[in-house]
């Protein structure tokens, strides 16, 4: 015999999602989502929307952070992520004022950050709030550093809008996406100028 | 150390699981061998070591869902005349490597599951054993005899 034993010839078909939808395996299903502040990464437990990352630093060290914060189950799904990509869009077309979709703040440590997201997100489309009544709102007025620091590691920005809260007297303060994003959603919201 | 998302770990090793289950199954059937391989795979991911050989481990799981589809043939009627393997597969195309695979589903069972795991996924014979659960020496043997009645066997 002179032929030799080869791999066959041939690629895998993709993976059946459904399949491992149907079993209750889809732990984390993500996608990634151009928008005009950037590429994004969103991605969704079956509670709802845990993650929503700015790419700057490409897809591959979010995705380690989920498998290792979340569950190694990390799948990219986009079909599953269809509302969360839509209403993106219509929100950054002027369409949406508010976001209709379940969020999973799995990913935020501590139950005063979480009570800081919960009380972050009630803040209206075009409305600002200060980091000083966030924290009184989240049950610690004096706690204005650590809603800074809860505020920066906001996993789910954009829909839990945390580019709403200023310092007291109107100055931007920070963002965890940098400030030229912030400046941007407050402009769409028409905020600034 | 942790897992990769499951995502890459696909990326990296659904091909070569894909192509393990061809050369053991036939392309026919391979691709639900394939997606049975990466639903056991999901299943049973958090639970594997951060440290495994994610590879060797991925092709242990194809070549078990490839044995499925073997045990579930041998179950199945054969209609008169048919040649067992044979049945299912296409036409080989003599200028590929389908004529020779086909020769090797042919093999005996323990044959066909070290030649495949050898030359279609690309283990070494250690890899081979662990995923057959028999000594290294015996995972030689198995690749040498299968090797040694191809040679004999097979015409193209």
Request: glycine share 8%.
């Amino acid at each position: 015999m002179t032929a030799m034993l080869h791999p066959p010839r041939g690629s895998a078909p993709p993976f059946a999602l459904h399949r491992a939808a149907a079993e209750g395996l889809l732990d984390v299903a993500y996608c990634e989502v151009d928008t005009p502040v950037g590429r994004v990464l969103a991605a969704r437990t079956p509670r709802g929307l845990a993650c929503l990352a700015y790419e700057d630093g490409g897809a591959d060290a979010i995705l380690d952070s989920l498998a290792a914060r979340l569950s190694p189950r990390v799948l990219e799904a986009p079909a599953r992520l269809d509302d969360v990509r839509r209403q993106l869009d219509e929100y950054f077309a002027g369409a949406r004022h508010a976001f209709e979709l379940p969020v999973d703040l799995g990913l935020v440590r501590g139950p005063f950050a979480r009570r800081l997201l919960e009380a972050t997100a009630r803040i209206p489309f075009g409305a600002t709030s200060s980091y000083r009544d966030v924290a009184a709102a989240a049950g610690n007025p004096a706690a204005v550093r650590a809603a800074g620091n809860a505020l920066g590691a906001n996993p789910v920005p954009i829909v839990v809008p945390c580019h709403r809260v200023l310092r007291t007297g109107g100055a931007l303060g920070g963002y965890t996406g940098g400030l030229h994003r912030k400046e941007r959603l407050l402009a769409l919201e028409g905020v600034l100028l | 150390m942790t897992l990769p998302p499951f995502q890459r770990f696909l990326d990296d090793h659904a091909d070569a699981m894909w192509r393990l289950c061809a050369a053991s199954v036939g392309r026919e059937e391979a691709d639900d061998a394939f997606q049975e391989a990466c639903l056991a795979a999901l299943r049973a991911y958090p639970r594997l070591r951060a440290r495994s050989n994610l590879r060797a481990w991925a092709l242990t799981i194809a070549h078990r869902k490839a044995l499925d589809v073997h045990r579930a043939r041998a179950r199945r009627p054969v209609a008169v005349g048919a040649l067992g393997d044979e049945h299912a597969a296409p036409e080989p195309d003599p200028e590929s490597d389908e004529a020779l695979w086909a020769a090797v589903r042919a093999l005996p069972p323990g044959q066909r599951a070290a030649l495949t795991l050898r030359y279609a996924g690309d283990l070494q014979p250690a890899e081979v054993a662990a995923a057959l659960r028999i000594t290294p020496e015996a995972a030689r043997r198995r690749i040498a005899d299968g090797l040694a009645r191809l040679r004999e066997e097979y015409r193209p």
